[in-house]
């Protein structure tokens, strides 16, 4: 096997992986044990486990002023809503971009711009399903505050959701972080909200695939309308 096909076969894994790889691993070796077909089943769901965990590296758009996508997934809401009141961040209505992640994307979060964590506040909630409007503000979560070089900030939520139990946030109040650093992650699909600065259009729609690190969500310095899109 070649080199390039052996990096898109086998993918890093992030270490939050490896004890449920392991665990998958073990139970499919009883079930073989006990049933053949049964262990097939067991393989097939320690694959999808291990690519459920992988970590790649991402090659995220330098240009000062870019907003990237936190999340791989689809953008399932865009509108004007309240950044978490834990955040502090005022009372004003600001544009929300929510990418839902299903249970097959990868589900490492980046941050979607350079600048220091402001504040970090985790809430406990339900466990709504993640794509409806009502889990931003009912569903566990964990906000992220990222104040950028020119005083302005911008949120992003880790929302939790409907098998989604757990969710990881491996920064601290302080820290400097590059577009497209690794901050944390959410086992096993939900999705993430991310508030823009007032002023600041996306440069998204509804519907549209995004990949953390690498899709532009949007750009500081532009100043076009918002996109739509339509399905075809």
């Given amino acids: 096997m070649s080199a390039d096909m052996m990096s898109t076969v086998v993918k890093p894994i992030h270490r939050e992986g490896y004890k449920f ?7 499919t070796l009883v079930l073989f044990l006990i049933a053949e077909p049964l ?12 690519y459920f965990f992988r970590d790649p590296e991402r090659h995220t758009p330098m240009r000062e002023g870019l907003i990237i996508s936190p999340a791989d997934g689809v953008i399932s809401l865009i509108e004007r809503a309240v950044p978490p009141v834990e955040l502090g961040m005022g009372d004003a209505a600001l544009t929300r971009v929510s990418v839902f992640m299903n249970v097959f994307n990868c589900h490492v ?7 220091r964590i402001d504040k970090i506040a985790y809430r406990p909630g339900k466990f709504l399903n993640a ?35 757990r969710i990881l946030c491996e920064v601290t109040e302080g820290q400097e972080m590059e577009t ?19 002023g600041v ?3 998204v729609a509804l519907g549209q695939t995004m990949v953390a690190g690498e899709t532009v969500l949007a750009d500081l310095t532009a100043h076009e309308a918002r996109r739509m899109a339509e399905a075809r």
């Fill in 109 to 115: 979060n980046r941050a979607p711009i350079a600048g």
């Fill in 180 to 198: 497209g650093e690794r901050f944390g992650m959410i086992r096993f699909g939900s999705r993430l909200d991310v508030y823009l600065p007032e």
């Fill in 21 to 27: 790889i392991t665990i998958f691993a073990v139970v």
């Fill in 39 to 50: 262990g097939w089943i067991g393989a097939g769901l320690t694959v999808w486990c291990y």
């Fill in 131 to 165: 794509s409806l409007d009502k889990a931003s503000v009912d569903n566990e979560r964990n906000s992220v505050a990222i104040e950028m070089a020119d005083g302005r900030k911008l949120a992003v939520v880790q929302i939790a959701g409907l098998v989604a139990r």
């Fill in 201 to 203: 259009e996306p440069l």
